[in-house]
């Protein structure tokens, strides 16, 4: 009998000690919450203070100038949508067949291995290198100049790894239950694929896609590096057309001396925001809207 | 007798006695012929020495403890251990006189002639009717869209699940109870006519009346089809098959009519195992 209630006052000592930890911790996590979201929010709202009363259709669909309050952002909004577009035109089919490759049919060999390192390391590699790479690969030795094909081809290898990444990760995702399923009726396996396995997967792919353009979308480093970075003061007609992008233009008016190109820059990080946010719920809506559809 | 060293002895009695005894004494057509069949899983053995004849329009059941080699060796007869990387098979399986081992065989063609259905059911996350339409169309066996639907229903018919579903072709498959995805699975298999049907444990994950809606099933379809079922319930074994065959460490043990297996086996193992004394 003593033994036993020993035992309980033990017990009871060592479960409030966990109780504890617990809060605790709760609390700890809290706090570290608050202080990030607390920190984004400033930033936005004060944002929000410096820029918000230059947001007007004029300023959206207006074009540089030298006097600040006349100048509009169309160039580089067009600029970077065009760029965005380019580059996923070209990084998502190259992105989605090489993991389709890499997690369907290679052969889980040495080279394979060697080739997936790689590719997790180069989703690595700082943007300035991939920037150095397009500015000798492709504005020089293929002669694209600092054109929109440049840029997006620059982009494209930035992003490459990470839709790489995440299509094999959503493939992977696919139950082994129904490729079985389908091997099993006489499918090959690229109907297996086609029609069992990547329509699965695309939410999946649909989101990596689209948050890797995200991140394309802010880059600045390797556009620079490209020399995206000269004036530019109209919206691109074309390919071969010289461009600039969102960040390079915000970038551009916060180095100015004079106060009022504070604010056109203000005005142009919450266009830039809202661009980042309509492909961010894009995303959510994509992957839902497929999702509803499985089940 | 049925301690585990007892068996263990009776194990190397078989092998030495190679698999002669391992045929039923009937004289039947043949639909399946293994011949010296073995197995690896990279280094792993898995299958030793399996020589079986299975006869058409019967069923017959594959029984033996977990691991024994009921799902591998059943894997084998269409070739979806293919699919795992670093296996290794050696010896033959003949079905209708054909090597599918041998050379220029279309295993695709082979996946749809011996139809398969799985422990888990796994029904593709589309409405009914695709689910079915499915191989059909991927086999290129429905011209027209009322060929189609006709044989969807035929199917669906055959797996005794169309008067439950004939309302909601277009609703998705998950959607329906465990017992009927399973039904569906088997619906599916028979929709690109397979003369072949390999069941691993239908059955196991279903309760008491949806596994006796599959076992009624099962009775039916073997007057169409050749079928070969896996199972670990013994009963079910007794209930539906017309010939056993008894599978212990990757080896066929014995192989016989049902009702001889579970009342008067030649092997001491295999009546140990039948009356439950080990598994
Ligand atoms: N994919 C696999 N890879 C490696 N070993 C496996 C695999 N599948 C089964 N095995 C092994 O092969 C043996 C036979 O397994 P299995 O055929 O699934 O037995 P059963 O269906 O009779 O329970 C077991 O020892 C099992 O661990
Ligand atoms: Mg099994």
């Known amino acids: ?295 | 007798m049925s301690d585990p060293a007892t068996r263990l002895t009776a194990l190397g009695a078989l092998a030495s006695r190679s698999s002669q005894h391992q045929h039923p004494p009937v004289d039947r057509p043949v639909k399946i012929h293994a011949e010296s069949l073995n197995f690896s899983y990279g280094s792993t053995r898995a299958l030793t020495d399996i020589s079986i004849r299975i006869h058409p329009n019967v069923v017959t059941a594959f029984i033996g403890p977990s691991g024994c080699g009921k799902s591998t060796f059943l894997r084998t007869l269409n070739r979806m251990n293919d699919i795992i990387p670093g296996t290794r098979v050696e010896g033959k399986v003949l079905i209708d006189g054909t090597d599918i081992y041998g050379p220029g065989i279309d295993v695709v063609a082979l996946r749809r002639r011996v139809g398969m259905v799985f422990q888990k059911s796994n029904p593709f996350p589309k409405s009914i009717f695709d689910n079915i339409a499915y191989g059909l169309r991927i086999n290129g066996m429905a011209g027209t869209r009322s060929e189609l639907a006709e044989r969807v229903e035929e199917s669906l018919r055959q797996a005794a699940l169309w008067d439950e579903v004939k309302d909601r072709l277009q609703t998705s498959a998950l959607a329906m109870s465990g017992g009927q995805q399973q039904r569906l699975c088997i619906a599916r298999a028979l929709a690109v006519r397979p003369d072949i049907l390999l069941m691993d444990e239908p059955a196991s994950a279903l309760d008491p009346i949806a596994t006796q809606r599959i076992e009624e099933l099962v009775y039916d379809l073997k007057k169409t089809y050749t079928i070969v079922i896996v199972t670990h319930n013994m009963q079910q074994a007794a209930r539906v098959s017309d010939f056993t065959a008894f599978f212990w460490l990757g080896r066929l043990v014995e192989y016989d009519r049902t009702d001889k297996m579970f009342t008067a086996p030649a092997e001491k193992v295999t009546e140990d195992y039948v009356t439950g004394r080990f598994g």
């Open chain 1, 1 to 295: 009998m003593t033994g036993t209630s020993l035992a309980d006052g033990g017990v009871q000592r060592a479960i409030a000690r966990r109780r504890f930890l617990d809060l605790a911790f709760q609390a700890l996590a809290l706090l570290i919450l608050i202080l990030a979201l607390g920190s984004l929010i400033a930033l936005i709202t004060d944002v929000w203070r410096d820029g918000f009363s230059r947001l007007s259709w004029d300023f959206l669909t207006g074009f540089p100038s030298r006097r600040a309050a006349n100048a509009g952002i169309w160039h580089a909004l067009s600029g970077s949508m065009l760029v965005i577009l380019v580059t996923g035109t070209l990084a998502v089919p190259i992105g989605v067949a090489s993991a389709i490759y890499l997690e369907e049919y290679s052969r889980r060999n040495l080279m394979a291995r060697i080739i997936e390192i790689n590719i997790t390391n180069l989703a690595a590699v700082p943007s300035i290198i991939y920037g150095l790479l397009g500015l000798g690969l492709f504005v020089r030795a293929m002669g694209m100049g600092r054109s929109v094909l440049a840029g997006a081809s620059t982009l494209a290898l930035l992003v490459l790894p990470v839709i790489i990444l995440s299509t094999r990760e959503a493939l992977r995702a696919v139950p082994p239950s129904i490729r079985e399923g389908s091997y099993a009726l006489g499918a090959t396996k690229w109907q297996t694929v086609w029609y069992q396995v990547l329509p699965i997967a695309l939410p999946g792919i649909l989101t990596g896609m689209i948050l890797a353009l995200s991140r394309a979308i802010g880059e600045t480093a390797p556009l620079i590096s490209i020399g995206a970075l000269t004036f530019v003061a109209f919206a691109p007609d074309g390919l071969w057309s010289p461009f600039t992008v969102l960040p390079i233009q915000i970038f551009n008016w916060v180095s100015r001396p004079q106060v009022e190109f504070q604010a056109n820059a203000a005005a142009g990080i919450l266009v830039l925001l809202a661009l980042l946010l309509t492909m961010n719920a894009a995303a959510i809506w994509l992957r839902d809207h497929y999702q509803k559809k499985l089940s």
